[in-house]
């Protein structure tokens, strides 16, 4: 059964969902403080302080925000895209210091100026003006040859300066993971920018990389009692061109698969049990020897792989016992053809497969964060293994690495714009919530509010809900849509060699659009859903719609095949709602009721047709560029003969959907006619 998404209490302010003790900051003690036993003083004790005082500022700023300007809804109730995606993405919120606890956050972090850049006298373009925002000082020409500077302002979670070190870039990054794994969640942090911008430096320097830091503070929770059943079991792995290869055991191929509890098990990945940092990085060390780098036009020692280094939580006493798992994550470089200089065949398709992946990564990102039932995971290797980082009790960090020298500042905007496109979904979700849900106050008048005063606002809606005849199924567990129940290594949909690919033009969050741009099953549960969306346009109906509150007929619990959701309008818990002289108006002929719903459906048909007639465009364009792509590289036909099957496939599932949707609006009109 499809159980789409559950929104817990503390969602409304874009918190996680499933861990309620935990998505508070300050206000719930934390389970690490106030522990029986003396603890040597975890860094993550002193963050608790830090938080204290970012929540006082927090409270002392909020009124600045709360002025702000609310953005248009849409048809569906979730508000409308900035207006003009332009240059300036200046937002209030850079007032704001963000919470710690959201499911998803996004930093950007700026390194230093290298020795080679200051002897060109190269200019450092990015400026840091707050603790959320940055300028990015573009130069440009004009037709006339003139030169003028564009500024571009950004707003994120956090932004760290040439000068923050890595200690003060985890306490607002990995350290809130850290918490969170304990208490049985599975967490992501990644470093995401260009080829040369500091994400080793950033995640995996042996010194003072995240993961250091985080296993140094894993480790000594571990040595407290409440954790003394439990163990750090220690793998790093690669993806290299698709295929998964094992750091710590002679690169040894590996393959993903699931568990029964939807955990992504890397079948033969050897595990160490570590117990102190020396150790770690003894064993990290020695698998970072073996892990795929090449020189590029920009980095002579690029990554070549993504690198994963997981730290699982699992019970001493029974090692299959899961409790939490923190992968670290050191993306290849994303970069530009031109980047790549003079490059061989096998560095222009390891770009490739990098940014495919990256791309991907961007979707799941955007798909975890708007609670959407159908995550694109199968679209790459990375994304199929993180799969159980994005669903259930999952939290992300993405730290964006910028370069500041002049010579860069395509690329910089380019990653901040990836970073933008991902955070800027997080704070419409936000919004969104708070509107279906029947919430009026803004995210700064919640955080405000007491915890207590929160979940009586929820209480609220809940109330709401089961007076109209629905179930509140509460936040006791996730469900999500398997789009891939045996975890194939299918791959999903082609990409193209883009550079830094963007998806300006797939607006998902406003049109529900399968982010996969390949209609599936899970294309037909968001149509499904915004079926649903049609039969109430009562708030009761949009909660409904983005609460997974269930009807307690059940005639509205969503399926994950077309033929069901076509159910008999007449049947349906919509028609049950009627008054009893409207049903009897219905049963005797059309209504008017009958007509608006008529038409209303149908113009959402329409749409779904035509978004499903763009998408075999872009599949079309993506094919033809593909075959050019190969044909460049003088990569075998039986490649692009590959391609055009699996092109066929796709074109295929579009075909059945839409044809789907026409028998669907065909079956309506015959019941009316048969009326
Ligand atoms: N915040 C920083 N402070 C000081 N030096 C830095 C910082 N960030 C990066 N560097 C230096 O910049 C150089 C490039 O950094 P790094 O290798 O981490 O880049 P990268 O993004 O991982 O590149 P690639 O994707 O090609 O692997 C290194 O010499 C590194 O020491």
Redesign the pocket.
Known sequence: MFAGRRISPAQGRGRASTLPTLTTRSRIPSPFIGSSKPNPQPPILQQQQFETTLAQEEEEEELQVNSSPRRPLNAYGVPSRHPSRGNSYSQPRHNVPSNLNDKIRVCV????L?KKELARNEKDIATINSQRTLLINEPKTKVDLTRFVEQHTFVFDDVFD?D?D?ETVYRRTALPLVEYIFHGGKATCF?Y?????????????QKHGLYVLAARDIFTLLQDQRFGHLAAYIGFYEIYQGQLYDLLNQRKKLFAREDGKKNVIISGLQEYTIDNVDSLVQVFDYGNTVRS?GS?G??E???RSHAILQIVLKHKNNRKKFHGKLSFI??????RGADRGDADKQTRMEGAEINKSLLALKECIRALDQDKRHTPFRQSKLTQVLKDSFVGNSRTCMIA?ISPNISNSEHTLNTLRYADRVKELKSERDRADRVVAGLELTSNELQGLTDEQIQEYYNQAQAKLEAEGYEYEGDEGYDYEDDDPAFDDEEGSDFLEEDFPSDEDNDLFGEEMPSDGIVDEDFISDHDQSQNDFENESEAARIFSKLNVNDTSGSRTSSSTITSHSTDYRNSSNFNKLSSDERALSESGITHADIEDFLKRHRHELREVSEAGKRETKLLANFTLSMNSNNDMGAAHDLTVEAFERYLDELDAQLQAKEQIISELRRRVNQLWNR
Do not use: V, Y
């Open positions: 972090r700026k390194r230093p290298s040439a923050a890595n470093a920018g260009q080829t040369g911008s500091g994400k080793t430096f950033t995640m995996l320097d780098t590029t920009a980095n020692d690029s990554s050191d993306l290849a470089g994303s970069e690495t």
